[in-house]
């Protein structure tokens, strides 16, 4: 009987890593406190989360983690009390702080913007190659019905 290693993950423990590491990252906490949050649930060290996010479980979540990014650069936004009348200074303030940040969600927006134009790009070429497909199929039916119509 195969015996499985001890420290072999499984689908749960897969998706608890990737729960705790997206919320850390929409609170703007980092990634390596996640993993040592996970390490002490799972009874796992805190080196072999990250090993683990960054070597399977990172590369299927890379929409969902740019997602947490641009969620987390919005909250900043919101620090702003505006029911205590703020000074113009105050304003003035924020908006300098937001600037950077609003640049950064730009850059975000505009990598999902091209992660969906590749994954459009890859559907497309599939659709492509099946219509080319369908296409010499047709030919082949078409030139074998000529053929039989000119032997009888």
Not at 39 to 57: E, P, Q, S, V, Y
Not at 110 to 121: A, I, R, Y
């Amino acid at each position: 009987m195969k015996q499985n290693r001890q420290d072999t993950w499984n689908e749960a423990e897969d998706e608890y890593l990737k729960d705790v590491t997206l919320q850390f990252i929409k609170l703007g906490k980092t990634q390596l406190e996640a993993f040592k949050k996970v390490a002490k649930d799972l009874n796992r060290t805190a080196a072999a989360c990250g090993f683990r996010w960054n070597a399977t479980i990172r590369k299927y979540y890379e929409k969902e983690i740019l997602e947490a990014k641009q969620q987390k650069q919005l909250s900043t936004m919101g620090k702003l009390d505006l029911n205590h009348n703020p000074q113009m200074n105050e304003v003035i303030s924020l908006l300098q702080q937001l600037k950077p940040q609003m640049s950064n969600v730009d850059v975000l927006q505009q990598e999902m913007n091209v992660m969906q134009l590749h994954e459009e790009n890859q559907q497309l070429k599939e659709e492509l190659i099946s219509y080319k497909n369908l296409f010499k199929k047709m030919t082949n039916l078409l030139d074998d019905l000529y053929v039989r119509n000119e032997l009888s």
